[in-house]
């Protein structure tokens, strides 16, 4: 999920790798797993855009005796090869990748795990990188770089579709070292949490994913209450407000991908299951009560919560939910086909997944038993009742939602806490056509029938409906919004978990992108909270207002980068010498301390420490090496007096800001033509997703915690395979 601003408010905690948040399915090395012919896209037959993963083939997994030349006793972390076949050494494995056939011409080291990958491209279904340019999918189906390399797609493939973790671990190790190498990004850095509030506030959380939820915050009752400047809003111990930059990519969170517009929704929507609060290895209830799957974890059934409303705040009416509501959200967010539907297309079948009665699927359990898990536990389940019963759930229902997956897919659990797949009223957004849509999927019994009462894209009616205004089932609803100015959000009175006395009753966002504009509405009241830039620290510590007092925490490091894209379909980013080349350019120690005053964390490629693939050895450990630039330069053939570069940023972003400056001073010396140039939020999003830029400027916070999901975003290419076989001796 792209970061709108250099401050970031997530934790990083420490894990032992497991496969999944939640729901793992377990598996080994000599299993053979056969991935189905996809059944995503159009119901006519029409290829849709395949994003993150392949979605047809067969990824099979063996253990096998393969002849070894010996090689010397000791061979050090790194890449041995980089040609029709590429061979990685880690610290415990090789990792062989190429395709079907092809062999490696160097020795192989015998003193440790081989790991071999082979694979067959689906050249016929492999998008064109220029036409997934055109539809606005970099940071979606491709990485933001526009990157393809079928050895590195092979790799992340097998990845996805391997259940063993430390087989997983080992092929992340090695796209970690590639992507160290071909650079298509350059990591300036992991981010420290940076986080400024008055101490009235009570009850923060962190959590690596989401963000808080404000009517689960609290005020001390004696805060001041000073009027905001908006209308006839007040800053009062009921409201938590928020002095901020930038703006949401949307309010349709089938349109959002980005930290902002998740953020609005994880107020104002639910999801099917939730992360409560701070954790992270197990989700929570959310408008699904209950779930349970089958042996090999390609079907998930989830029961929905009954009695529960979205409301429309904009004609005071409401809306019931229920599966057929989550089916609906499901297929639409593919069928908009914004760039952040590549988790849906990568891992779900929206046109077989399908709302189903309690009956059917009470009928369907009787001869069809499945495994339920929750709280540590796990059972087989028969029937309705059992399942329910092991959830500790009595209330109402609203039907089941059946979700299929074209092939297991272990961290899927956090896919659906994610707020872009918060469930949407169908009554609503299709109107007059609602009945009709229902009638003709056999109420939500075939999905795949909704696909012609929707459009691709932002001229959807029901996105221009959801983008304006908004209508959610979560804690609040957006009562009011001025683009660029404020946004506020009101208590949901038809929230299904609605209190007598939630700790906010009112939540305003004001958005300023002048950085002092901000720290003056903290320091007088006007803000509960404050994003700011990490040089103005000092501003804010030491505060002290009607006996509180300014908090400034910096203690924890996120899994969080920042990072430079290149356009690697522009030259001279095309040649991954060049790109090479400018990551020896880049003054990480100063954008370090002057621009982030310590608060960013060297790192050197695709995953976040401590996540599993994240080394250290075998790795290039770019430092500011002007004259080892220059030679790479040469050694490309490269003539930089004859390139123009744009560096990009977003604007209000005063860091991105500096380390542009930066850049452009060094990389002038080398011989470019460089500019900078600044856009706001949406109109960054919309040209850096359609690549037009040479180079930006961008943060990544995890949708779901997995070490997929950095290395896939980052350089999985979109190319599709037939098959993907996986070997290891």
């Known amino acids: 999920m792209k970061v709108k601003g250099s401050i970031a408010l997530l934790v990083v905690f420490l894990v032992v790798f497991s496969v999944a948040a939640s729901g793992c399915i377990g598996g080994s090395s000599g299993e053979t797993t056969t991935i189905p012919q996809s059944t995503t896209g159009s119901p006519t037959g029409t290829q849709t855009t395949s994003s993150e993963a392949t979605s047809g083939?067969?990824?099979?997994?063996?253990?096998?005796?393969?002849?070894?030349?010996?090689?010397?006793?000791?061979?050090?972390?790194?890449?041995?090869?980089?040609?029709?076949?590429?061979?990685?050494?880690?610290?415990?494995?090789?990792?062989?990748?190429?395709?079907?056939?092809?062999?490696?011409?160097?020795?192989?080291?015998?003193?440790?795990?081989?790991?071999k990958v082979e694979y067959e491209v689906d050249t016929a279904n492999t998008p064109d990188v220029k036409t997934l340019m055109e539809k606005g999918q970099g940071f979606g189906a491709i990485d933001p770089a526009f990157f393809r390399d079928e050895h590195v797609d092979a790799l992340v493939v097998a990845a996805r579709r391997q259940t063993d973790p430390t087989i997983r671990t080992e092929l992340f190790k090695a796209v970690y070292m590639l992507g160290n190498k071909l650079a298509p990004e350059v990591i300036l850095g992991q981010n420290k949490q940076l986080r400024v509030y008055w101490d009235w506030v009570k009850g923060r959380y962190y959590h690596p994913t989401l963000a808080e939820r404000y009517d689960l915050l609290s005020e001390d009752q004696n805060a001041p209450s000073v009027k905001i400047g908006i209308k006839d809003y007040k800053n009062d111990p009921e409201t938590y407000t928020i002095a901020t930059i930038g703006w949401p990519e949307s309010f349709d969170p089938a349109m959002t991908y980005e930290t902002f517009g998740w953020e609005i929704w994880h107020e104002v929507g639910d999801t099917l299951v939730t992360y409560w609060k701070e954790?992270?290895?197990?989700?929570?209830?959310?408008?699904?009560?209950?779930w349970a799957h089958n042996e090999d974890g390609t079907e998930w059934y989830f029961l929905i919560r009954g009695g529960v409303q979205a409301y429309d705040p904009w004609d005071d009416k409401t809306y019931p939910i229920d599966a057929t509501d989550v089916a609906f959200t499901f297929l639409r967010v593919e069928r908009l086909g914004h760039s952040v539907s590549w988790m849906v297309d990568s891992f779900i079948d929206v046109n077989n997944s399908a709302a189903i009665t309690e009956d059917e699927f009470d009928q369907y359990l009787k001869e069809h038993p499945l495994i339920a898990e929750f709280n540590g536990k796990s059972t087989e389940v028969k029937s309705l009742d059992e399942l329910k019963q092991f959830f500790g759930y009595s209330g109402e229902t609203a039907g089941v939602f059946k979700l299929v997956l074209p092939a297991p897919y272990a961290p899927v659990l956090g896919i659906l806490a994610d707020p872009f797949l918060s469930v949407v009223p169908m009554e609503y957004l299709l109107g007059d056509k609602y009945q009709e849509a229902l009638q003709a999927s056999d109420n939500g019994h075939n999905p795949s029938a909704w696909w012609s009462y929707l459009s691709e894209g932002k001229s959807d009616p029901t996105h221009q409906l959801m983008h304006n205004k908004p209508v959610g089932t979560g804690p609040f609803y957006i009562a009011d919004y001025q683009k660029d100015a404020y946004i506020v959000l009101e208590y949901n009175p038809h929230y299904w978990n609605a209190t007598a006395n939630p700790g906010h009753k009112r939540v305003i966002y004001v958005i300023?992108?002048?950085?002092?504009?901000?720290?003056?509405?903290?320091?007088?009241?006007?803000?509960?909270?404050?994003?700011?830039?990490?040089?103005?620290?000092?501003?804010?510590?030491?505060?002290?207002?009607?006996?509180?007092?300014?908090?400034?925490?910096?203690?924890?490091?996120?899994?969080?980068?920042?990072?430079?894209?290149?356009?690697t379909q522009k030259e001279p980013f095309n040649d991954p010498l060049v790109r090479e080349a400018m990551a020896y350019a880049v003054p990480y120690d100063q954008i370090s301390q002057v621009v982030y005053q310590g608060l960013l964390a060297r790192n050197y490629g695709p995953i976040p420490k401590p996540w599993p693939g994240y080394t250290e050895e075998g790795i290039i450990k770019y430092n500011y090496n002007l004259a080892k630039a220059k030679q790479l330069l040469n050694q490309a053939g490269v003539d930089p007096t004859k390139y123009k570069i744009e560096l990009i940023y977003n604007e209000g972003n005063s860091a991105r800001e500096k380390i542009m400056t930066l850049l452009q001073n060094v990389w002038s010396q080398l011989g470019f033509q460089v500019t900078i140039n600044s856009y706001n939020w949406p109109t960054y999003l919309d040209k850096t997703e359609h690549g037009e830029y040479d180079v930006y400027i961008v943060g990544w916070v995890p949708d779901y915690l997995d070490s997929d999901n950095w290395v896939g975003p980052f350089l999985y290419g979109a190319t599709e395979f037939t098959s993907v076989e996986v070997s290891v001796s």
């Not at 197990?282 to 699904?288: G, Q, T």
């Open 279 to 290: 954790e992270t290895e197990e989700v929570s209830p959310d408008l699904a009560v209950a």
């Open 57 to 115: 083939g067969t990824t099979t997994t063996s253990s096998q005796s393969t002849t070894q030349t010996q090689a010397p006793a000791e061979v050090k972390p790194g890449i041995l090869e980089m040609g029709d076949v590429y061979v990685v050494v880690t610290d415990k494995s090789v990792v062989v990748v190429g395709p079907k056939g092809a062999s490696p011409t160097v020795d192989i080291p015998s003193d440790r795990k081989v790991i």
């Open 512 to 567: 300023n992108s002048d950085a002092m504009a901000r720290i003056n509405l903290f320091k007088t009241g006007t803000a509960d909270v404050v994003a700011i830039p990490p040089e103005k620290m000092d501003t804010v510590k030491g505060l002290e207002l009607q006996g509180f007092k300014s908090v400034v925490k910096t203690d924890i490091l996120q899994p969080i980068l920042t990072f430079l894209v290149f356009n």
